[in-house]
């Protein structure tokens, strides 16, 4: 199955995706993470802004398309089922992905605003096993775990802040162009983790 999980940053796409994966049997497909597997890789470009991932990834702005088209490409190309999260992000995105796969689902996490930030303000992540926490949503009991923890570069308040208005200026139409398309799922990403995925679940039985 081809799943596409939007939604804007701290929506839930990452917790969801890797539940996903693991149900179904899907390849988790996430730009941001290959992204942050990759930070300083040389993307110096005379029409680019800056050199790495990084200096884009700590503005708060996106990656060149060419840049993560390319890394979109290569890993739908080795996956059979995926669940995709993070991509695309623009109506260019968009088109290149149409050109590349087909779709079977497209689910849109639905949150407010000011939940995103504190979603986002909060997140912890387990650097050696990727997993995702929260200081007051979801904490992991074992204390070791709960040792390592580190905060992601782009959670500071102002990164955050760029990085929603970068998505309602940039990836809210790619919402819409799928909802003009009759083909959005929308599911209340407010509710729990395990309600959540109830309904992303559901649809991916269906898709
Ligand atoms: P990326 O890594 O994709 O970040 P994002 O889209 O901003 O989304 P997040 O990962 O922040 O949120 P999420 O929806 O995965 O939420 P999560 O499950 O972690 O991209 C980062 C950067 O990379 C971009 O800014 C850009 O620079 C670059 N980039 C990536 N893709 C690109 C592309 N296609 N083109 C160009 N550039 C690109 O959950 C968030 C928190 O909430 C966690 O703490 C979690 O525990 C908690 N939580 C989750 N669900 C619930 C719930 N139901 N109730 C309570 N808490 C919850
Ligand atoms: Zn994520």
């Known amino acids: 199955k081809h799943i596409l999980l939007l939604g804007a940053p701290g929506a839930g796409k990452g917790t969801q995706s890797k539940r996903l994966a693991d149900e179904f049997d899907l390849e988790h497909v996430t730009t941001g993470d290959a992204l942050r597997a990759n930070k300083d890789m040389d993307i110096g470009h005379m029409d680019f802004e800056y050199d790495t ?3 884009y990834m700590d503005a708060g702005e996106l990656v060149p398309d060419d840049v993560v088209n390319e890394i979109v490409k290569t890993a739908l190309q080795n996956a059979d089922g995926y669940v995709l999260d993070g991509y695309p992000r623009n109506l ?3 088109q290149y992905l149409s050109e590349i796969t087909d779709l079977d689902a497209v689910v849109y996490l639905d949150v407010d605003e000011d939940e995103l930030v504190r ?3 909060g997140r912890r992540l387990d650097p050696d096993t ?3 926490y929260h200081t007051e949503f979801d904490m992991p009991d074992d ?3 709960r040792g390592r923890l580190v905060q992601r570069d782009d959670d500071t308040e ?3 802040r760029e990085r929603l208005n970068v998505y309602h200026e ?3 139409p790619v919402v819409e162009h799928y909802r003009d398309r009759g083909v ?4 209340d990403g407010e509710q729990t983790p395990d309600e959540v995925f109830e309904d992303v679940a559901d649809v991916v039985e269906d898709a």
Request: no cysteine; charged share 35%; net charge negative.
């Open 53 to 55: 991932p990084r200096e």
């Open 92 to 94: 260019d995105q968009a």
């Open 119 to 121: 979603r986002l303000t």
């Open 130 to 132: 990727g997993d995702i």
């Open 143 to 145: 204390e070791e775990i």
């Open 158 to 160: 102002e990164t955050v």
């Open 170 to 172: 940039n990836t809210s």
């Open 184 to 187: 959005l799922v929308e599911v």
